[in-house]
Every structure is written in structure tokens, then in C-alpha cells.
């Protein structure tokens, strides 16, 4: 997990899509995509790519491959996440929520809302 490489769009797209479903064939991720749908084959090769990068496994089911994650949508997230903090705030989340709030992203409410989660410890 140390060294995933970074998601592209389309890949994180088909990564949602397989996470929602615990796994699938591309027939069945392609189905699951919200949207604009890409090409059979194109889906495909991202899916391959996606292989290659260590996000999925592929299992064997007769003459076709189903797809299951071998990271959870948590780990991914919780690891982007700290990556972003480091690369654009100094690893300092407090520099992060400060840019939100300077941008007008963030309101006194939705500040406030964090702060009682932060005290109460729950997501």
C-alpha cells in the first residue's frame, strides 16, 4: 500500500464503481457507472490498468475475469487524503481548514459541526 500510484479520473471511476459493488465483471462496473458511460473496451483496458496499479485482483470465472478490490475505498481515501495535506498544506490539516474557511468554503456552522465531532470523537 506504501507506493500505490495515484488514481486518473477514469480510474477512480471505475474503482468507485467496483467498491459499490464488492467486486465485478466489467459488463457489471460498466452497468454500476454513474454518468456519461465510457466504451466497453475502454472501461476494460482502465480496469486492466487498474490491475497493474494494485488496486484489483482478478479472479477467473470460467472464460471471464471478475474484478475484486484489494484496497478498501477507506485506505484509499485516508492515504490521498494525507498526500494532499502534505503536498499542498504543509501536513498541517489546520493550514487545510484555514484555507477553507479564507476561501469561503467552509461556514461558522459546518466549523462548528467539526469542532463537536472532534470533542465527541465520531465521523
Known amino acids: 500500500m506504501l507506493n500505490m500510484e495515484k488514481l486518473t479520473m477514469q480510474e477512480e471511476e471505475a474503482m468507485l464503481s467496483i467498491w459499490q459493488l ?10 454500476n457507472l454513474k454518468g456519461e ?5 475502454t ?4 480496469i486492466k490498468n487498474l490491475e497493474r496499479k494494485g488496486y484489483v485482483k482478478a479472479v ?3 472464460n471471464a ?5 484489494l484496497i478498501s475505498e477507506v485506505e ?3 492515504k490521498f487524503m494525507n498526500n494532499f495535506v502534505s503536498d499542498y498544506f504543509k501536513n498541517s490539516y489546520k493550514e ?3 484555507f477553507f474557511v479564507k476561501e469561503e468554503k467552509l461556514s461558522s456552522e459546518e466549523l462548528e459541526e467539526i469542532m463537536d465531532m472532534i470533542k ?3 465521523s
Do not use: I
Not at 458511460?37 to 473496451?41: D, G, N, Q, S
Not at 472501461?43 to 482502465?46: G, K
Open 22 to 31: 464488492g467486486g465485478g465483471f466489467v459488463k457489471e462496473v460498466l452497468d
Open 76 to 78: 484509499y481515501k485516508a
Open 37 to 41: 458511460k465510457p466504451p466497453y473496451t
Open 65 to 69: 475475469k471478475r474484478y475484486e478490490p
Open 43 to 46: 472501461l476494460a483496458s482502465t
Open 120 to 122: 465527541h470523537n465520531k
Open 96 to 98: 487545510m481548514v484555514s
Open 60 to 62: 477467473k470465472y470460467a
